[in-house]
């Protein structure tokens, strides 16, 4: 929208880069040219303000297809008036001198010819196709859209010219098309499940494998266990072996010790028998030379160092009998000893 500014008597417009003023007065086009601005006189002066700029019009209708199935198009197109003043003169592109504003709808206008103008071409492909057909013409809808609006005279006519054509979509009824989606479904679910499954099915492979390792694992450990236990009985039968040969050899030691301590002790007692046998003959040796009262008293003595301490001796008339009755016996006995020795 141009701005106008009020000086006094006059008027001044400023337009925009991408709007084309067309100033007309009596008739005649004085000025016409984009960003422009000028002084001009309410009363008599006619504006309109086209624009220049690219401008995108959404497109949605619907068709019908060759099997008697309703669709709907999605499109956009660009365009551009590329002869202003030639669209000044087919639509009402004049502004208010006071305001800037336009005093009628001109795009709204261009708009619905636009509309219609790129219905009928996508109609008459789309009726003579199938609804899967149809669905799946994006491209050829989008060419033939473009090609007709391109070569449509009435476009020209109006100034204006196409500067691209898109199909975004067409779909079917929401119904129908969920109907269509479900065979794409089903299979995107059967390759989901048969990778589930193939998925479970090597997961329990792998645990197969797994488990066959543990087991094989157990078994070597296993095996080894056994191998400890018979090394151990071995050892500890070879501990027993050595323990008992080990005693073998300090039994035998000890007998071989004791045996010959034995001997030590029995050769010890026979030199002491010895000893004592020649001592007691050497006495009796002695002894053959003595007289009889020399023997007496050492009988005496010897007899005396055998009885038990004596603290008072009571001799009666008795026992002096007896004890002399005892020597007249024992003397013979004696002097028989020493003949005989």
């Given at each position: 929208?141009?701005?106008?500014?009020?000086?006094?008597?006059?008027?001044?417009?400023?337009?925009?880069?991408?709007?084309?003023?067309?100033?007309?007065?009596?008739?005649?086009?004085?000025?016409?040219?984009?960003?422009?601005?000028?002084?001009?006189?309410?009363?008599?002066?006619?504006?309109?303000?086209?624009?220049?700029?690219?401008?995108?019009?959404?497109?949605l209708?619907?068709?019908?297809?060759?099997?008697?199935?309703d669709?709907?198009?999605?499109?956009?197109?660009?365009?551009?008036?590329?002869?202003?003043?030639?669209?000044?003169?087919?639509l009402?592109?004049?502004?208010?001198?006071?305001?800037?504003?336009?005093?009628a709808?001109?795009?709204?206008?261009?708009?619905?010819?636009?509309?219609?103008?790129?219905?009928?071409?996508?109609?008459?492909?789309?009726?003579?196709?199938?609804?899967?057909?149809?669905?799946?013409?994006?491209?050829?809808?989008?060419?033939?859209?473009?090609?007709?609006?391109?070569?449509?005279?009435?476009?020209?006519?109006?100034?204006?010219?196409v500067?691209?054509?898109?199909?975004?979509?067409?779909?079917?009824?929401?119904?129908?098309?969920?109907?269509?989606?479900?065979?794409?479904?089903?299979?995107?679910?059967?390759?989901?499940?048969?990778?589930t499954?193939?998925?479970?099915?090597?997961?329990?492979?792998?645990?197969?494998?797994?488990?066959?390792?543990?087991?094989?694992?157990?078994?070597?450990?296993?095996?080894r266990?056994?191998?400890?236990?018979?090394?151990?009985?071995?050892?500890?039968?070879r501990?027993?072996?050595?323990?008992?040969a080990?005693?073998?050899?300090?039994?035998?030691?000890?007998?071989?010790?004791?045996?010959?301590?034995?001997?030590?002790?029995?050769?010890?007692?026979r030199?002491?028998?010895?000893?004592e046998?020649?001592?007691?003959?050497?006495?009796?040796?002695?002894?053959?030379?003595?007289?009889?009262?020399?023997?007496?008293?050492?009988?005496?003595?010897?007899a005396?160092g055998?009885?038990?301490?004596?603290?008072?001796?009571?001799?009666?008339?008795?026992?002096?009998?007896?004890?002399?009755?005892?020597?007249?016996?024992?003397?013979?006995?004696?002097?028989?000893?020493?003949?005989?020795?």
């Amino acid at each position: 929208m141009a701005d106008i500014l009020r000086l006094f008597f006059m008027k001044q417009l400023r337009g925009t880069p991408t709007m084309h003023i067309i100033h007309t007065k009596k008739g005649q086009v004085k000025r016409s040219g984009t960003g422009l601005s000028f002084m001009f006189r309410s009363q008599s002066a006619v504006l309109a303000e086209v624009p220049v700029d690219d401008r995108e019009l959404p497109l949605l209708f619907h068709a019908r297809t060759s099997d008697f199935q309703d669709v709907t198009v999605q499109a956009a197109v660009t365009y551009r008036i590329v002869e202003p003043e030639t669209a000044a003169r087919r639509l009402d592109f004049g502004i208010d001198p006071v305001t800037g504003r336009w005093r009628a709808t001109p795009l709204e206008q261009l708009a619905t010819s636009l509309t219609e103008l790129a219905q009928q071409p996508a109609l008459d492909l789309l009726v003579g196709l199938t609804l899967t057909e149809a669905l799946a013409a994006v491209i050829p809808v989008r060419e033939h859209l473009d090609e007709a609006l391109r070569g449509d005279e009435r476009l020209a006519e109006m100034g204006l010219q196409v500067v691209a054509v898109r199909v975004v979509a067409i779909r079917p009824e929401p119904e129908l098309e969920r109907a269509l989606q479900t065979p794409t479904r089903e299979a995107v679910q059967i390759d989901a499940d048969r990778a589930t499954y193939e998925r479970r099915a090597l997961a329990v492979e792998r645990e197969r494998a797994i488990a066959e390792n543990e087991l094989a694992n157990q078994i070597a450990l296993a095996t080894r266990e056994q191998e400890l236990v018979t090394q151990r009985g071995l050892n500890a039968r070879r501990q027993a072996e050595d323990q008992a040969a080990a005693a073998r050899i300090e039994a035998a030691g000890k007998a071989e010790r004791e045996q010959i301590l034995a001997e030590a002790r029995a050769h010890g007692v026979r030199a002491i028998g010895a000893a004592e046998a020649e001592s007691e003959r050497s006495r009796l040796q002695a002894a053959a030379g003595v007289s009889d009262r020399v023997l007496y008293a050492l009988a005496l003595r010897e007899a005396a160092g055998k009885l038990p301490s004596i603290g008072q001796l009571t001799i009666t008339p008795d026992v002096v009998t007896d004890l002399v009755t005892s020597l007249a016996q024992a003397r013979p006995a004696a002097g028989n000893r020493v003949k005989k020795s």
